[in-house]
Nanobody
């Protein structure tokens, strides 16, 4: 089993930055791929970014390319999402997810483990 705990969310203004963290505990061998998803009120959950174990491969949603950066520190069993130039449309609950396979999927159903989520609110 793997437990994922997110932190770093908050209320910011448009144009500001935030850095989300996702700490993994337990069987970290099951965290070959780490992903970030978000869900805004009334909308479906959507993929934001994903990263493989070594950090050599990353994927992003088109809506965040050039603004968000995913990274990980395996020594600390932690993944990060650096969010710059935030927009009101980025407002959502952000959740991290982990998968033992080596393929970065944009489908949430592919991920085995999920955190509880952290709220990010961007005011205009």
């Amino acid at each position: 089993q793997v437990q994922l705990v997110e932190s770093g969310g908050g209320l910011v203004q448009a144009g500001d930055s935030l850095r989300l963290s996702c700490a993994a505990n337990g069987r970290t061998s099951s965290t070959n791929v780490m992903g970030w998803f978000r869900q805004a009120p009334g909308k479906e959950r959507e993929f934001v970014a994903g990263i493989n174990w070594s950090g050599s491969v990353t994927k992003y949603a088109d809506s965040v390319k050039g603004r968000f950066t995913i990274s990980r520190d395996n020594a600390k069993n932690t993944a990060f999402l650096q969010m710059n130039s935030l927009k009101p449309g980025d407002t959502a609950v952000y959740s991290c997810a982990a998968d033992r396979t080596g393929f970065i999927s944009k489908e949430g159903l592919r991920y085995e483990y999920w955190g509880q989520g952290t709220q990010v609110t961007v005011s205009s």
